[in-house]
């Protein structure tokens, strides 16, 4: 992934570009404001994308400290299958 950053006036004079930047990059663009980081904006498309890898990921820590808890394992194939719906919405 690269990093992209922009001034935030560019969003404020041309809005389409910043909207064209991160659909066809697929990463986030970070605003600055005064030379220092102001906001990261993405598409809603990436945004999802990774808000759907965090849920599995926090999915997967919270199976695996049960596992080191000692606690009874679920049917791998019912978690599959749950971790794969989730993550494909």
Known sequence: MQTLIRPSAKIRQNYNEISELCKSTKSPVFLTKNGEGDLVVMD??????????????????????KRLAGRPDNNA???????RERHNG
Do not use: Q
């Open 77 to 83: 194939r019912d978690v599959l299958a749950e971790l």
């Open 44 to 65: 809603i498309e990436t945004f999802d994308k990774r808000e759907s890898a965090l849920e599995l990921r926090e999915k997967l820590v919270e199976i695996e400290e």
